[in-house]
């Protein structure tokens, strides 16, 4: 599975759109994007996946570039309770493992 | 409610002993996993299970043993030969490509 890269950590002002960058220059074609986030001391949840289109479900976008090495995480509007680390994560879907390589993720704090 | 539970939140390990911790599903999922997070890291995968009395090593299994005799339910067993056991331990089902996530155990040693 490609590797990720992420900036450590970001700030958003409630109410703002909180926007989430990953890099993934080694993905292949058969992989696709997924993003998971973690509030503190529990487990990881599940947001939004991509392979090349923009996706868009009730916790957030996934805005994917056309040549497939980045993408973004849109949270439209942003809560306290958005404050978590974030993951993107790239893999195969059917995979045979439950291999996902998190990473460190992305710190985002959501200030008042 | 469906999800997966684990228990105990919190658990301490002796020298010497061998704990277990517990993970049920009611999902109705196939596959299983373990994971493995130590403080500001990301996951690591210890053990995972794609069907009933099937399970294969992760990436550091060494020191821990699973157990796959019933669909919802993957226990994992830390023994004392795991010399570093101290972490917060994830496990996980898989459906549809997404997974699932317990809330977590945190096991110390005294």
């Known amino acids: 599975d490609a590797k990720t890269t992420q900036p450590p950590s970001m700030d958003c002002a409630e109410g703002r759109a909180a926007n989430l960058p990953c890099n993934h220059s080694?993905?292949?074609?058969?992989?696709?994007v997924y993003w998971y986030r973690q509030i503190h001391s529990q487990g990881p949840q599940y947001i939004i996946h991509?392979?090349?289109n923009n996706e868009t479900n009730e916790m957030a976008s996934l805005i994917i570039t056309e040549d497939r090495k980045s993408s973004t995480l849109i949270l439209p509007h942003a809560t306290l309770r958005d404050t978590a680390v974030y993951y993107c994560?790239?893999?195969?879907?059917?995979?045979?493992?439950?291999?996902?390589?998190f990473g460190q993720g992305t710190t985002l704090q959501v200030k008042p | 409610d469906g999800g997966i539970t684990q228990s105990p939140k919190y658990l301490f390990r002796k020298e010497g002993q061998n704990v277990t911790l517990s993970c049920e599903q009611n999902?109705?999922?196939?596959?299983m996993y373990w994971y493995r997070q130590d403080p500001g890291q990301g996951l690591r995968l210890i053990y995972y299970?794609?069907?009933?009395?099937?399970?294969q090593k992760g990436d550091i299994a060494e020191g821990y043993s699973v157990s796959r005799e019933k669909k919802e339910s993957f226990p994992l067993t830390v023994t004392s030969a795991q010399k570093n056991p101290t972490a917060f331990y994830l496990c996980?089902?898989?459906?549809?490509?997404?997974?699932?996530f317990g809330s977590g155990t945190q096991l110390s040693v005294l």
């Open positions: 991509g392979l090349k």
């Open positions: 994560i790239v893999r195969a879907r059917r995979s045979n493992t439950g291999k996902l390589i």
């Open positions: 999902l109705n999922h196939d596959a």
């Open positions: 299970s794609q069907i009933v009395n099937d399970f």
């Open positions: 080694t993905i292949s074609g058969n992989e696709y």
């Open positions: 996980a089902s898989n459906m549809n490509e997404k997974l699932f």
